[in-house]
């Protein structure tokens, strides 16, 4: 096999560490570029490390705005920055595209796509969730999830060539299928981006077509358990389904899919079976591990929950090696409250700075620290001047709550021109309506001639 990473062979100086001191974390491997895996990276500023970040994308993903670009409010790099320049200023950190495929634990190596195989002193691994169609992947085709800058640009695609298809159309019940988008799932993506359809039908096209009117555009939600945003206080649930029956979506409770093809949506709405004709579905209602998790736990005898994510210790190592690690929606850490953490940004946020410091800590021979989670809120948000947030005993939505979730989603923004960008973008959105970054780029059939 090729080895891939002869720079890691180099050994440091002894002119600047105690001769003969071995120490974890020397050669540090960090599978994952999203919030967890780069903020490690930017704050493990000890010369005593080397790192390699590795991502099969050469950027990092704002992931709370893909519902932005898949409805036209921004472009795919108002929300992407590229790794490379997000690390360039710590001289010891290498960025490699490429996908990992598999683990040797014993050897302290893992494997690439193209075969090479990357030693490493400690590892840390944070590639994230994926979209979890409870076991029917055949609705994949039909109702794409959001959790990439492809899916999000297929679903623009989607959206945008419907309203293209019902102006053409000539028959009535065709037109109102086309007319017709399911959103699954009531959590915050699915909220959000039922909201911003709303808003892209009855506002933003309003006046655009000749034979259609996109106002009239029916947009459903549908969620299987009794409320949407359900891990938000029961109030801000009902305020929200409030906000977005005034923007015109549908909100349907107790509603569980049957199935999903390319022309309906069967549901289950309680003890009633309904079909819904419509053209364009999109998924929102689960996500599962990694399939690389699988690996990594087959190689290590780690525990997985249902949801496939890794078992983790106080300090977010595994069970057995102490130098394996798993930071972000991957870990299931429950040692706080008994429950796994949210997969949200601030929880990513926080391990990559503790792993920062726990890495420190062990070249410095310390002891051990042991992650804790300050829970900062939620939010979601819903459409113009429309939000959700809980922040400790505060619960606010409404314009309030908007601005809040603005500001705070452009702290988290990594790099001030695409804070500067997203700003004006969404103020300009805000004032006029206007979805600027509405192409229609045939991504479908692309992913069709490629594969």
């Known amino acids: 096999m090729v080895i891939a990473a002869d720079w890691f062979r180099i050994p440091f100086s002894k002119s600047k560490f105690q001769a003969g001191r071995i ?6 491997v960090i599978l994952g570029g999203g919030f967890a895996g780069l903020t490690l990276a930017q704050n493990l500023k000890d010369p005593r490390f080397e790192i390699l970040l590795i991502d099969k994308n050469n950027y990092h993903l704002f992931q709370p705005l893909l519902y932005q670009v898949a409805t036209g409010g921004l472009s795919p790099a108002n929300i992407a920055a590229p790794l490379r320049a997000m690390v360039r200023s710590r001289l010891g950190t290498k960025v490699f595209l490429g996908e990992a495929v598999g683990f040797d634990p014993h ?8 075969g090479a195989r990357i030693p490493y002193d400690s590892l ?14 055949e609705w994949e085709k039909f109702a794409p999830g959001l959790k990439s800058l492809e899916e999000a640009t297929l679903i623009r695609e989607r959206t945008l060539n419907a309203f293209e298809l019902a102006e053409k159309s000539t028959d009535p019940k065709e037109v109102d299928a086309l007319l017709t988008f399911v959103v699954v799932g009531g959590g915050p993506t699915g909220v959000e981006m039922a909201g911003a359809i709303a808003e892209l039908a009855h506002k933003t096209l309003c006046g655009e077509f000749r034979n259609i009117k996109p106002e009239l555009a029916r947009i459903i939600l549908l ?42 949506v069967v549901v289950k709405k309680g003890e009633v079976v309904e079909t819904i004709p419509t053209r364009t579905v999109f998924w929102g209602a689960g996500v599962r591990a990694n399939p690389l998790a699988d690996k990594l736990a087959l190689a290590t005898g780690a525990a997985q929950d249902r949801a496939g994510r890794i078992v983790v210790k106080k300090d977010l190592s595994l069970e057995g090696f102490p ?35 726990l890495l420190k800590a062990r070249a410095d021979g310390e002891p051990d620290p042991e ?12 459409g113009r001047s429309a939000a959700v947030a809980q922040i400790g005993r505060f619960k606010f939505s409404g314009f309030l709550a908007w601005v809040s979730w603005l500001f705070i989603h452009l702290m988290f923004l990594v790099q001030f021109q695409n804070r500067a960008l997203v700003f004006f973008q969404l103020g300009w959105n805000y004032l006029t309506f206007n979805r600027s970054a509405r192409l229609i780029t045939p991504v479908g059939k692309r992913k069709k001639e490629t594969g």
């Open 107 to 114: 050897l302290r190596e893992i494997e690439l796509a193209d």
């Open 323 to 357: 130098e394996i690690f798993v930071l972000g929606d991957l870990a299931n850490y429950s040692h706080q409250e008994g429950k796994p953490l949210p997969g949200v940004a601030p929880v990513a946020l926080q391990q990559g700075h503790f792993m920062a410091r």
């Open 223 to 264: 969620e299987g358990s009794p409320r949407v945003l359900n891990t938000f206080d029961e109030k801000l649930s009902e305020k929200a389904v409030a906000s977005l029956l005034h923007l015109g979506v549908e909100t349907w409770t107790h509603a569980r899919v049957q199935h999903i093809d390319g022309e309906k």
């Open 23 to 28: 120490f974890m974390g020397k050669r540090l």
């Open 124 to 137: 840390v691994v944070a590639i994230g969730m994926v979209n979890h169609f409870f076991d029917h992947p």
């Open 371 to 382: 992650f804790t989670y300050h829970d900062r809120g939620s939010m979601a948000t819903i």
